[in-house]
């Protein structure tokens, strides 16, 4: 017998995003990108003219933020296209189009800020008192003020918004191989029964009770990446020299200083995370030693940190979303109403696995659009947390977009994984209160321990490489695909001690799979400071402190309005200190704690 996944057009629309409703047809896509390009020579009409005082600024803060709104729209469309049919050449093709698009709409517009830097912040800060449609711009020059040292002339950001194109080449290149060329021998179950294996359902073949299952399926998704470990390689490369292009060409001091600084964080951020992870490993090895007793193995595997410790319990999708509306409210009706609507209405989640669809989950969209989520949603507990995830970022856009005007209807990653990680501690905090089954508290806890090692265990050990590749790179040094795999494996070496055994290459080869992640330059840090801000914030509301709930919404809607570190503290968090990582590790800590005493409740039953 053999279990294969179907193909888009297999999948009935009900179960598919709205992304018609941005735009109705290609057509009307088409339209979009013809009337962005006839924008360009008005746009460009108002260069070397913004010194004319507040009214030509105000009359370009309008205009300019309407064509880059505009090619948000046009990008989130095409790119909603191609990640659920990545072998579409169709819309491969109109999602290049879109990417060359924004960058030149970030070209066209890219001698703004050099310009009104010029003009002096303390003249425009009294432009912004003299004219009402300036009034909200005071965070603006704010953040421009702190991002003075690192803007270069007019021509030299010409030129970086026009390289933008041709600087995601590597990362969509190795998105091509991954989601549309790699294709990993079938796993199999110990009766011979095969598996096909896609970006859209290796989660749920790892976390398959049939071991066989689990380790054909890990080893053959592995060795499909190993098979393109020189190209990949190559790629991720040339993401990390481009990196470093940048910040030197911005005068930044190192790549890790241009990603954190110009997302106004401190790059003592970055290190206090990582000397605490590498603090708290005997945690992990801890939890390892658990995990094999608990499973009656002699020996851990990789593809055993995801075995199911007992009967895992079928959610459908429906279900999971009643589940997760009931542990968010806390939040408020309002919170919940737009939540369900969204799931179950509003067609703003791409449900189920399909050929071609990308890996992982991700929420999108714009001012102007409503949220969009991609998953490919299994009928279980780890697909019900990834859609609580998802659906934290979407609430977050939403109540931004709503709240913000166009300039702050932003917010950082730093905050992003805040809000997504916050869902699924009060979620679960939800499922274990409201079902004192044993069997199914364990597996609550074992979804927890998924998603910890996913963002406090994966993540910081990727983080931990990124530093160590981009610091290569920056001392003139050199890598290959045999020199990613060795850095990354001895890295894992430390994180699974002599707990887990130990399959070099194929442990090694991870940073191929996450390979969306390690283009997004120093992004895989904000997954771990992003789970311990969270749970902080949860604990406040599930301990009923006053005003916790009104600090948080007041968070989701603040957007870029504020710094994030200071949008965090107003909310009840300091990231600038090691504090929350520590009290994430607390948390992990008692979860393992309480996973023990369950199996061995079980075991003396």
């Not at 991609?374 to 934290?392: N, Q, R, V």
């Not at 939800?430 to 806890?445: G, R, Y």
């Not at 080869?509 to 840090?525: E, G, K, P, R």
Request: hydrophobic share 40%; net charge negative; glycine share 6%.
């Amino acid at each position: 017998m053999s279990q294969t996944v179907p193909t888009r057009d297999e999948i009935d629309i009900q179960y598919t995003w709205d992304v018609d409703s941005i735009f109705p047809t290609i057509t009307a896509w088409q339209n979009a990108c013809q009337q962005l390009k006839d924008s360009f020579p008005q746009l460009k009409t108002y260069q070397g003219r913004l010194h004319e005082g507040p009214d030509i600024w105000a009359e370009w803060q309008t205009i300019s933020e309407k064509a880059i709104n505009l090619a948000e729209k046009i990008f989130v469309y095409a790119h909603s296209a191609y990640s659920v049919n990545t072998k579409d050449q169709d819309a491969a093709a109109r999602f290049g189009q879109a990417r060359t698009l924004y960058g030149q709409t970030g070209a066209t517009i890219s001698f703004a800020e050099p310009e009104l830097l010029s003009i002096g912040l303390d003249t425009l800060r009294q432009w912004v008192k003299q004219n009402d449609k300036l009034a909200h711009y005071d965070q603006y020059l704010n953040q421009l003020e702190k991002r003075q040292p690192y803007i270069r002339s007019a021509e030299v950001e010409e030129i970086l918004g026009l390289a933008q194109d041709a600087f995601s080449t590597a990362t969509s290149t190795h998105g091509v191989l991954a989601n549309s060329e790699l294709h990993p021998t079938p796993a199999t179950d110990a009766d011979g029964n095969t598996y096909q294996i896609t970006q859209g359902n290796i989660d749920s073949l790892i976390t398959h009770p049939d071991r066989d299952v689990r380790r054909t399926a890990w080893q053959n998704y592995a060795d499909a990446h190993l098979n393109f470990k020189s190209t990949m390689a190559n790629l991720l490369i040339t993401g990390v020299k481009q990196n470093v292009f940048k910040h030197r060409v911005r005068g930044y001091p190192s790549s890790v200083a241009a990603a954190l600084e110009s997302n106004f964080i401190p790059v003592e951020v970055f290190h206090n995370l990582i000397a605490t992870f590498k603090k708290h490993l005997p945690t992990w090895h801890r939890y390892w030693r658990i995990r094999r007793q608990a499973l009656g193995y002699d020996k851990l595997h990789v593809y055993d940190i995801k075995a199911p410790l007992g009967p895992m319990p079928t959610i459908k999708y429906t279900q999971a979303v009643d589940m997760i509306a009931a542990g968010m409210a806390p939040l408020g009706a309002e919170y919940v109403s737009i939540l369900k609507k969204g799931s179950l209405d509003n067609r703003w989640v791409d449900i189920y696995p399909n050929q071609g669809k990308r890996m992982g989950a991700f929420s999108s969209g714009v001012h102007g659009t409503h949220p969009f989520i991609l998953m490919s949603y299994t009928d279980d507990l780890f697909s019900l947390s990834t859609l609580a995830h998802e659906l934290g970022h979407s609430l977050h856009s939403y109540y931004t977009w709503q709240t913000q005007p166009y300039i702050y209807a932003d917010y950082t990653l730093f905050a992003a994984e805040v809000a997504s990680n916050f869902n699924q501690a009060l979620v679960r905090a939800h499922l274990l209160e409201t079902n004192d089954d044993p069997q199914f508290q364990i597996a609550v806890i074992e979804e927890a321990m998924s998603n910890f090692h996913r963002y406090f265990f994966l993540m910081p050990t990727l983080a931990r490489f990124e530093l160590a590749i981009h610091e290569t790179v920056e001392q003139g040094g050199a890598l290959n695909a045999d020199s990613l795999t060795n850095m990354l494996a001895d890295l894992f070496k430390e994180g699974y001690g002599d707990e887990v055994e130990f399959d070099k290459d194929r442990i090694g080869i991870t940073w191929a799979i996450f390979h969306t992640h390690l283009y997004s330059n120093f992004y895989v840090y904000q997954y771990a400071t992003g789970i311990a801000g969270a749970h902080a914030l949860a604990k406040r509301i599930l301990d009923g402190e006053p005003g916790a709930v009104d600090d948080y919404l007041g968070f989701l809607k603040a957007g870029n309005a504020h710094f994030p570190l200071d949008a965090l503290k107003q909310a009840g968090v300091d990231l600038t200190t090691p504090d929350p990582v520590e009290a994430g590790f607390a948390t992990l800590s008692a979860m393992i704690d309480k996973l023990e005493e369950l199996v061995a409740q079980r075991t003396t039953a």
